[in-house]
């Protein structure tokens, strides 16, 4: 256990279904990300929350869109997704120290989604 | 743009021998590395990290990373390796420009033969 914690684990979704992924934390943390995990592929960083500011890679889909109610809960929410867009979602989040500038980050276990 | 890159899908060692996951990095200035290591079903942990100092970095679980400047290298090592070293292993550097935006490589998977 992390103190990261994300909910499902597993996730099976036709493309015409609406679902939502859900991370938590207990870390006192002030910084949340999804990313998005693909086999031999890069780590895909999708969005971030950081001292309340939301930094969105440009690259995302519409498909996909993150809520972050307050600094322990964030969530993604799904629509209309493509087959292309089953992998591991990864939430992890952070205590932004802007002052030493090295984050590092407490990741969840990960929810698999696979879109049929 | 900063990136990292892991050359090797895939590398194999024989317990008890010296291990090496290689990553080579590029960015605009002084970098701020990470490795990550990933157990199946589980989400990244962290290992170790490099600010500044001592090029060498000492982590959790006896693993080591040796920071290269005129290399560009970031490498991970271990003395003798255990079955139990057995992961997906990610090098990642800090965004230049946003200190809350960490840039990993691909990974590379670490197969101990007992």
């Known amino acids: 256990e992390t103190g990261v914690t994300q909910t499902p684990r597993h996730l099976v979704m036709g493309m015409t279904n609406k679902k939502s992924l859900k991370c938590e934390q207990h870390?006192?943390?002030?910084?949340m990300y999804w990313y998005k995990q693909s086999a031999k592929k890069p780590l895909e960083l999708m969005f971030v929350?950081?001292?309340?500011?939301?930094?969105e890679n440009n690259s995302v889909p519409s498909r996909f869109s993150p809520e972050c109610p307050n600094s322990s809960h964030l969530f993604l929410h799904l629509h209309t997704l493509q087959p292309e867009d089953s992998a591991l979602y990864l939430c992890?989040?952070?205590?932004?120290?802007?002052?030493?500038?090295?984050?590092?980050?407490?990741f969840g276990a990960g929810s698999r989604l696979t879109v049929l | 743009a900063q990136s990292v890159a892991q050359p090797e899908d895939q590398v194999n060692v024989a317990e008890g021998n010296p291990l090496t996951v290689k990553c080579t990095y590029s960015?605009?200035?002084?970098?701020?590395l990470f490795w990550y290591v990933q157990y199946p079903n589980r989400g990244l942990q962290f290992l170790l990290k490099?600010?500044?100092?001592?090029?060498l970095v000492k982590g959790s679980y006896g693993f080591e990373a040796e920071f290269n400047k005129s290399q560009t290298s970031f490498h991970l090592k271990k003395p003798s390796a255990l079955v139990s070293d057995s992961a997906l292993y990610f090098c990642?550097?800090?965004?230049?420009?946003?200190?809350?935006?960490?840039?990993f490589g691909k990974g590379t998977r670490l197969h101990i033969l007992p």
């Open positions: 992890a989040s952070s205590r932004n120290q802007r002052t030493s500038g090295a984050n590092v980050l407490t």
């Open positions: 870390l006192g943390h002030n910084a």
């Open positions: 929350y950081s001292l309340e500011e939301r930094v």
């Open positions: 960015v605009s200035g002084n970098p701020y």
């Open positions: 490099y600010i500044t100092g001592d090029n």
């Open positions: 990642a550097v800090r965004d230049m420009n946003r200190d809350d935006k960490i840039i």
